[in-house]
């Protein structure tokens, strides 16, 4: 059997002036969709080019020179660096250089140098951290205070060897570390009230020294009432050990009382 095609009259006008051999021309809406599919592609293939190689970049080689020891190890840990490589931003993206000055200034200035000269220049291999951290700051003044009504001396032993001392290079973790100490230790004696009423650190990055002024305040001192527990047993009155519990799930459990009431 024979199946004829019958042309209508465009057809059968473009059918008779196609020369033997001569392709069928393309329609014009067919035109435009090899044209948006050509064009998509060509778009997508380099995209995810870059982006493969991106995902196999897992981060920015970093090479830190001027410093080494403490302050090198700061500035490592500040940006994160697991094998000198800086890792990539959330996105994927690598850090700016400005970026990392900045995290590269809060590692010096933790361990006393505020006024470092830091450049990023860029290697074939990556980048190159170059850090001069000039003048430290060091204490000169320290005045640590303690009101009280009456005498702990946990806490003035406390405040009258504290981790440092005047000429010393600032260290902000050791500082922070001592607040911490004089707090836990507050708390373990019963002054759960306990605070730093004045509390000033004053830094002159131009003359390079820091002064100190603490008064630490001890508030009401309280005690446990034996008669409560606290999850598995009854607590002791002493309380050791008291600051290693969240506050809100301990004054769940237990009952306060003021030390100087019945």
Not at 134 to 152: F, H, K, M, S
Not at 200 to 228: E, H, K, M, P, W
Request: proline share 7%; net charge negative; aromatic share 10%.
């Amino acid at each position: 059997m024979v199946i004829q095609r019958i042309f209508g009259p465009e057809e059968l006008t473009e059918e008779k002036s196609r020369a033997p051999g001569e392709p069928l021309p393309v329609k014009p809406g067919i035109q435009y969709v090899v044209l948006f599919f050509s064009w998509f592609f060509c778009c997508l293939c380099p995209v995810s080019a870059v982006l493969g190689d991106e995902m196999q970049d897992t981060g920015t080689a970093i090479k830190i020179i001027g410093v080494d020891g403490t302050i090198k190890a700061n500035i490592q840990s500040h940006l994160a660096l697991t094998d000198d490589l800086f890792p990539l931003s959330v996105l994927g993206f690598p850090r700016s250089d400005a970026f990392i000055i900045d995290k590269t200034r809060q590692a010096l200035q933790t361990l006393g140098y505020y006024r470092p000269e830091i450049r990023v220049t860029d290697q074939k291999q990556g980048k190159v951290l170059t850090v001069e951290p000039g003048q430290p700051v060091r204490w000169r003044n320290i005045d640590l205070r303690l009101t009280c009504e009456q005498a702990y001396p946990e806490l003035q032993q406390l405040l009258n060897r504290p981790p440092f001392k005047s000429g010393d290079i600032v260290h902000h973790g050791d500082y922070e570390n001592f607040k911490s100490v004089v707090h836990r230790q507050a708390f373990e004696i019963g002054l759960l009230a306990s605070a730093f009423a004045v509390s000033q650190l004053n830094v002159d990055t131009v003359q390079s020294y820091a002064d100190i002024i603490r008064q630490f305040n001890c508030g009401q001192a309280y005690i446990i009432n034996n008669d409560y527990l606290y999850r598995h047993g009854t607590v002791p009155s002493a309380a050791y050990g008291l600051y290693l519990s969240p506050p809100d799930s301990f004054t769940s459990s237990i009952r306060l009382s003021p030390a100087n009431r019945p």
